[in-house]
C-alpha cells in the first residue's frame, strides 16, 4: 500500500523540458534524458511491445522491472497523459498508445474533466478534477491491496512530495545537463529528513537515488 | 597541468549557501553539505592538523587525498577566502587558519586588490583584479608544472566551465536538499559533452561525479 514515485531527471534537476510541441511531444531534450530506460529490455517490452528480448539488462532495467512490479494505480498530471498539447480534442486518447504499459486504473489529475477511457491490457484511465489528496484516496480505493504509483510529472510529484505522502521516491540522474525545463527539487528543503536515502549507478552513467521511510 | 575543479554541492544543485554572517562564516548549512568530507582522515589532518590518525577512510578519503595531490597553485573567489564579511578589514588573513591546507601560491579573485600574505606551510595568498583567463595564466607560470585547481566558490568555477578551461571536474554530491544558495549547474547546457563522465558512490551516502576530457 505504498506510494510510490520513479522519475528521470538531469544532472540540473530538470524532470521535463518545456519546448514540447505537437510534433515533438516531449521535446528534443527527452531522449537523452530517458535514454538509459528507453534502452532496457524491461522498458522495450512493456512500453513498445518489443517481445524480442532486445535491451540492455543490469541495474538499470532491475530499476526498470521494479517500476512496474506491485502498482494497483497510478495518479498522474494532465502533461504526461498529453492533454496540454491536445487540450480541446475529446477524441485525445494519451501518448501512450492503444496498449499502455499501465495495466491498472490511471488517475489523470486536470480540471477539465472528461469520460473515462478505457484501454487493451488493462489500463483505465479516469480524469480528476480533484486535490492530490482526493486523487490518492481514490487511487488507494482500487489499488486491490497494491502500491500506487505517483507517475509525473514533476509538478505532481513535487505537490505530492511537499504534502509528506511519498514513502518511496526513485530518482534516475542521467549525467547531462539540460539547462532548461522543470525542476523536481525546487523547494524541498529537508525532504531527506525522515527517509533512508540510498544511491547507486548504473554501467550508463545514470545515478539511481531512492529515498525510503 | 590540467586545471581541476573540486565541489561540494547538495542534490538540488547548490554549493554555497547564502545564509553566512560573520559568526556563523559559510552558513548553518555548511556542515551538513560538506560534512562527509570533513570527516575523511585526510581533510582532519590536512585542514585541521590532527594527527591522531582519525577520521574515515574509504571513497570519500580517496577523493579527499586526491584534492591536495599535484595541485601547483589554486584560484579562489573572494567569498571562498573570506573576503565579502569583512571587506574593509586590512588585516583579515582569510577563513583558512594560520596554516592553510593549500601549500601552494593562490590567487584571489576580488575587485579590491590588496598586498600579498605569506602564510606558515608554503601557501601565500595573492589578490588579483583580473580575467579568469588572466588568472589561469599567472597560476599556470607560478604552478610549477603541476596542476592547477580553481577552488571555488560555484560563481568562479561556473565562469571557467563556461569558458571552456576545466580539465576535470569532481563534483562530490551530498544527498541532501538544501532548497536555497548559489547553484553550480545554471546555465551549463550541454556541459558533458566533450568529457566522460563518471559516477561512484561512497558509503557516506556522497555520490562523486567525475568529467573529464
Redesign the interface.
Known amino acids: 500500500m505504498a506510494v510510490r514515485v520513479d522519475l528521470m531527471i538531469s544532472?540540473?534537476?530538470f524532470a521535463t523540458t518545456t519546448d514540447q510541441t505537437p510534433e515533438v511531444p516531449f521535446g528534443e531534450d527527452w531522449p537523452r534524458l530517458v535514454g538509459a530506460y528507453v534502452a532496457t529490455r524491461t522498458f522495450r517490452e512493456r512500453v513498445f511491445h518489443d517481445t524480442t528480448g532486445a535491451g540492455t539488462t543490469g541495474v538499470d532495467d532491475d530499476y526498470a522491472k521494479a517500476y512496474f512490479e506491485d502498482v494497483g494505480a497510478e495518479v498522474m498530471g494532465a502533461g504526461m497523459f498529453g492533454l496540454h498539447n491536445f487540450p480541446d480534442d475529446p477524441n485525445w486518447r494519451g501518448w501512450w498508445g492503444e496498449e499502455p504499459p499501465f495495466r491498472c486504473p490511471v488517475f489523470v489529475l486536470t480540471h477539465a474533466a472528461r469520460p473515462s477511457i478505457a484501454m487493451a491490457g488493462g489500463t483505465t484511465f479516469h480524469f480528476l478534477n480533484a486535490s492530490v489528496e482526493e486523487a490518492l484516496r481514490q487511487a488507494h480505493a482500487v489499488a486491490q491491496g497494491r502500491d500506487v504509483r505517483i507517475g509525473g510529472g514533476p509538478t505532481v510529484v513535487r505537490s505530492y512530495l511537499k504534502a509528506g505522502l511519498v514513502d518511496c521516491l526513485h530518482v534516475a540522474i542521467a549525467?547531462?545537463?539540460?539547462?532548461?525545463g522543470i525542476?523536481l527539487?525546487?523547494?524541498?528543503?529537508?525532504?531527506?529528513s525522515g527517509y533512508t536515502?540510498?544511491?547507486?549507478?548504473a554501467q550508463s552513467?545514470t545515478?539511481h537515488?531512492t529515498f525510503r521511510r
Chains 1, 2 share one sequence.
Open positions: 544532472l540540473d534537476g549525467p547531462i545537463l539540460l539547462g532548461r525542476r527539487w525546487d523547494d524541498l528543503r529537508g525532504l531527506e536515502v540510498k544511491a547507486e549507478t552513467g545515478i537515488l
